[in-house]
């Protein structure tokens, strides 16, 4: 029998941003607020410190800051009637483990959603007619829209220390920044990192076909900054360890530097870490949550009382939690009916190398996660998609992430993968190649979803979620004109060689592409179609909410990180200013 514990107001389920975030707000309230973290406690100091936090084989080979696949995975399969089999090591995607979450180890780009994105299915029905939307692209509404999310981008951003230039400033374009972006109330907080000369070539090669370049929008400090909270961040150094990596310079906006410290201060609030999460109790007959159920650091069951439940856990462990407690109709792709597991959808990602051979000297591995050049020409609602026949797009960008010598290696097509000609090769393309991402969006289809899996069961007894996707037909012919886009751009460089990673044929669960995963517990305006409603708030249980790139219905062509903390705050000013008051289901008003 699980031990119980003293009832709380609120227990978050996870204790990465969007937790952190709520935690200090709910606390500050006056609320007993408990947050449940799976994995370890870490800090820059003194976790985060070099040397061993530069420890490529460790962190970016065996994932340190990742969870563990031997304690619960995901099945996978590409399609319907194909056996899904375990994910026994981590591969496309990478979830965080331990305190701060995928925060921790992210790059640092933070992009907003162009304001199409968040009413998609009525834009492109308004736009191009009814009929131009497939029946298997079940794109929909977010229900909430860019314009009440904007003061939450805001904030967000100056919470995160984000450096950019705006492009679209109270509606006025703006000279060096995006065009194509979504009006900004405000400045970004930092400036521009500075430029590289990978992005520099891109930069100047995209001019010349008439495109508008501009700096990434940034995590990585770009000056000494304090935030509205307090916090102070530092510069980068430029050091090339962003992406598996905590930063050891206090310069990547994290939970432990730019929203921990403050929860933490206050009485209210309780991090209780290497506490697994199993499922969400709750009454039958009231139809309310009553609590969690978790494993603690010594094996033991625990039931955590609560007031409200939140979960903030990554992706799509809000789903697999969602099914593991019997809320809501699990989806069904036979039918098409149920919602939990629904429209789960991922990023399209290729890429073109540039290869000058020699002939330029890049120096890779002065890099920072965020450091880059994009243009925004072949987004959503950046283009006409009429005469192509797909919705959705892409920024394209050359970005300086870091040149690590175990898996950086670029070399020319031709080379052979091994032996002293592949040595030579790389010793000579180093120093002196580009590559260009194609960061693509990903509509949902029917059968593309998450599940159970009960053939396989995790750590603690329970069947495994089981992931069923592969690339929506909608997503190839996206992927493909803007792949070619790229190649234009890549020839407009003037390298030696060209070489391009399309999208392969099918989905594979083991090259990494990106931890961008999205939906199963998806936003709507219909309770038949989607899980909670637009404050994020459940339609079965109105004490239970879901915070996270869960709750997209779609996945938009940019990095999620700034949409999820725009997410976190506006579903805090519906529980503070609204439920809080009157907790029962809430309404538009």
């Not at 298997?136 to 805001?154: A, N």
């Amino acid at each position: 029998m699980a031990r119980r514990m003293q009832s709380v107001d609120v227990a978050l389920v996870g204790g990465g941003m969007s937790a952190t975030i709520l935690g200090k707000h709910l606390a500050e309230a006056g609320l007993k607020v408990v947050a449940l973290e799976r994995g370890e406690m870490r800090q820059t100091i003194p976790d985060f410190q070099s040397p061993s936090m530069h420890d490529e084989l460790k962190h970016s080979i065996r994932h340190a800051l990742m969870q563990n696949p031997g304690v619960q995975t995901l099945t996978f399969r590409n399609f319907l009637g194909q056996r899904a089999l375990p994910m026994r090591q981590l591969g496309s995607f990478l979830p965080g483990e331990g305190v701060g979450g995928a925060m921790v180890h992210w790059n640092g780009q933070t992009w907003r959603f162009q304001p199409e994105w968040f009413v998609l299915k009525s834009w492109a029905q308004e736009r191009y007619g009814k009929a131009f939307l497939p029946e298997e692209v079940t794109v929909q509404d977010w229900g909430v829209t860019y314009e009440e999310l904007e003061p939450h981008y805001d904030f967000f951003e100056r919470i995160a220390g984000i450096g950019g230039k705006a492009g679209n400033l109270n509606g006025r374009i703006q000279k060096g920044g995006n065009p194509f972006e979504g009006p900004r109330s405000s400045e970004f907080p930092n400036p521009p990192m500075k430029r590289a000369y990978a992005g520099q070539l891109f930069a100047d090669a995209a001019a010349s076909l008439g495109y508008r370049p501009f700096p990434v929008p940034s995590a990585n400090m770009t000056r000494h900054y304090t935030n509205p909270y307090g916090a102070e961040m530092k510069p980068c150094m430029y050091c090339g360890f962003c992406e598996t990596y905590g930063c050891e310079h206090f310069a990547k906006a994290s939970p432990q530097i730019a929203i921990l410290p403050f929860a933490l201060k206050n009485r209210n609030f309780e991090l209780r870490t290497r506490s697994h999460v199993l499922r969400v109790e709750w009454d039958r007959q009231s139809k309310q949550a009553t609590g969690v159920t978790y494993v603690d650091a010594g094996g033991a069951e625990v039931f955590q009382p609560a007031q409200m439940v939140v979960l903030c856990a990554f992706a799509h462990h809000n789903a697999i939690l969602m099914l593991h407690s019997g809320i809501g109709t699990p989806y069904d792709p036979a039918t098409r009916e149920g919602i939990v597991g629904r429209n789960y959808s991922y990023q399209t990602m290729s890429s073109v190398s540039v290869f000058y051979e020699g002939q330029k000297r890049i120096n890779p591995f002065m890099g920072a996660g965020a450091l880059g050049v994009a243009i925004d020409e072949f987004n959503n609602g950046s283009m006409d998609h009429g005469p192509l026949g797909f919705i959705g797009g892409a920024y394209i960008a050359a970005n300086t992430t870091g040149g690590r010598p175990i898996a950086y290696h670029p070399v020319p097509p031709g080379t052979p993968r091994w032996g002293a000609d592949w040595k030579r090769a790389v010793a000579e393309n180093y120093n002196s190649t580009v590559s260009i991402s194609v960061h693509g969006s990903s509509v949902p289809h029917p059968n593309n979803y998450l599940g159970l899996d009960t053939a396989y069961a995790d750590a603690y007894g329970q069947p495994l979620g089981m992931m069923t996707f592969d690339f929506p037909h909608n997503d190839r012919l996206m992927s493909r004109f803007l792949t070619e886009k790229a190649w234009r751009i890549g020839e407009a460089m003037k390298g030696q060689s060209l070489s391009v990673n399309w999208m392969s044929d099918h989905y594979s669960i083991v090259p990494y592409q990106t931890t961008h995963n999205a939906g199963g517990t998806i936003v709507g305006t219909d309770p038949k179609t989607s899980v909670v409603n637009k404050f994020l708030q459940s339609w079965e249980l109105h004490n239970l909410w879901i915070v996270g790139a869960s709750c997209f219905p779609q996945n938009g062509g940019y990095n999620p990180t700034g949409t999820v903390g725009a997410l976190s705050y506006w579903a805090l000013d519906a529980m503070l200013n609204r439920y809080l008051k009157s907790p029962a289901p809430l309404v538009p008003a």
